[in-house]
C-alpha cells in the first residue's frame, strides 16, 4: 500500500520565494544513506529540486540537489544554516555549481537559526531561502 502525501506551503521569508510544493519521495526510491527526501518545486512545468535527509551523530544535512548545483543545509543544536557540500558528498562538479550558486548569499545564509530546527521547518526553510542563493542567469531553470 501506497500513501502519496502533498505538502503545499506559501512563504514570504524570502523575497522570491512566494509559492513552492512539497512532496515526499517514496522511501523505496531513496538512494543508499538517505533518511528521507522531498521533492521541491517552484513550478510545476519546470525541474523540481530534490532535498535529501541525512544523519550523523553532529546533526541532520539537507542536501539539495539539481543537475546543476548542489547545496547542503545542515542542522545542529549550535544552528541551522547553508554550505558547501563536502567533497565526499558531492555528486555535481564544484566548479559547474560555483556558477550557480550566489557565494555572497551563501555567506550570509550560513546562520538562519541559532537553534536545531526539526525536519519540517527545515524543509520550508531551505524552499524560502533557495532561491536567493541562485543566480539570475539560473533562475529560470527552476522558475525560482
Do not use: C
Not at 117 to 134: F, N, R, S, T
Amino acid at each position: 500500500m501506497a500513501i502519496l502525501l502533498f505538502v503545499f506551503f506559501s512563504s514570504s521569508v524570502a523575497a522570491d520565494a512566494a509559492n513552492y510544493i512539497i512532496v515526499p519521495v517514496a522511501q523505496q526510491d531513496l538512494g543508499i544513506g538517505v533518511e528521507q527526501a522531498w521533492k521541491l518545486s517552484y513550478d510545476e512545468n519546470k525541474e523540481p529540486v530534490v532535498v535529501e535527509l541525512f544523519n550523523s551523530k553532529k546533526g541532520k544535512t539537507f542536501i539539495v540537489r539539481t543537475n546543476h548545483f548542489e547545496v547542503a543545509y545542515v542542522s545542529t543544536p549550535k544552528g541551522f544554516g547553508a554550505r558547501k557540500v563536502k567533497i565526499s558528498e558531492s555528486k555535481v562538479p564544484d566548479s559547474l555549481t560555483s556558477q550557480v550558486i550566489n557565494a555572497e548569499e551563501l555567506a550570509k545564509q550560513r546562520i538562519l537559526s541559532t537553534g536545531e530546527v526539526d525536519e519540517k521547518a527545515a524543509i520550508e526553510l531551505i524552499a524560502a531561502y533557495l532561491p536567493d542563493l541562485v543566480n539570475s542567469g539560473y533562475k529560470h531553470l527552476y522558475s525560482l
